[in-house]
């Protein structure tokens, strides 16, 4: 069985940058109708039902056809959402450091350069999807997925991801992605993704 993991905070710590409402419905009604979605669709298979949700998305092959499909859509929402939680918080513009800072450096040229890439392939993104800081082979790189659809299919971890599906910032910010892309970068919490890096390195991603 999956669970809806509860927040690490209260429910309005984004704010203003992302509102209580908007917390509220995404965690609870839209990550809670992938998590029963999941469980559903997978009841009566309990090898699938039974195993971490990243082992499932990296081997969606083994997963009967006829239901895959709703297994890579809830599937995936119900790791991406998981991730994305994690990687929010209520320290308002943290920042990474360490050896994670000098791999950004070394890869993008600055943090304010990995963040205009995200946002721009955030913006780039026609329709539903997210924009992923993922590891693969040692290296980092920036991704963007449609749908619900995970790095982990493409056999990448995702470190740090951000949710461009309209669902994540309608409310506040109505149309304009640009400007709900702009502010999440204030409620990053860099300590977490940090950790999300070291753990891919040493998973070998
Ligand atoms: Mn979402």
């Not at 309990?46 to 990296?58: A, F, Y």
């Not at 963040?115 to 913006?123: L, N, P, V």
Request: with cysteine.
């Amino acid at each position: 069985m999956f669970t809806l993991p509860e927040l690490s905070y209260v429910v309005g710590a984004l704010e203003p940058y992302i509102d209580t409402r908007t917390m509220q419905i995404h965690h609870d009604k839209h990550h809670g109708a992938y998590v029963a979605n999941l469980n559903d669709v997978l009841k009566d298979l309990p090898q699938l039902l039974n195993q971490p949700i990243e082992d499932l998305l990296r081997n969606l092959a083994k997963v009967p056809e006829m239901i895959r499909t709703k297994v890579r859509n809830n599937g995936g929402g119900h790791a991406n959402h998981s991730l994305f939680w994690k990687i929010l918080g209520p320290q308002k513009d943290s920042e990474p450091a360490g050896a994670f800072v000098v791999a950004i450096n070394n890869t993008f040229g600055s943090l304010v350069n990995l963040q205009e890439k995200m946002t721009a392939a955030g913006m780039g993104r026609f329709g539903s999807g997210w924009v992923w800081l993922v590891v693969c082979g040692g290296r980092l790189e920036i991704m963007d997925t449609s749908n619900q659809d995970s790095p982990l299919m493409e056999h990448k971890i995702p470190i740090l991801g951000i949710d461009v599906w309209e669902h994540a910032y309608y409310l506040k910010y109505q149309n304009l992605r640009v400007e709900y892309l702009k502010a999440i970068w204030h409620v990053i919490n860099w300590v977490e993704v940090e950790k999300n890096y070291h753990e891919a390195l040493k998973a070998r991603g």
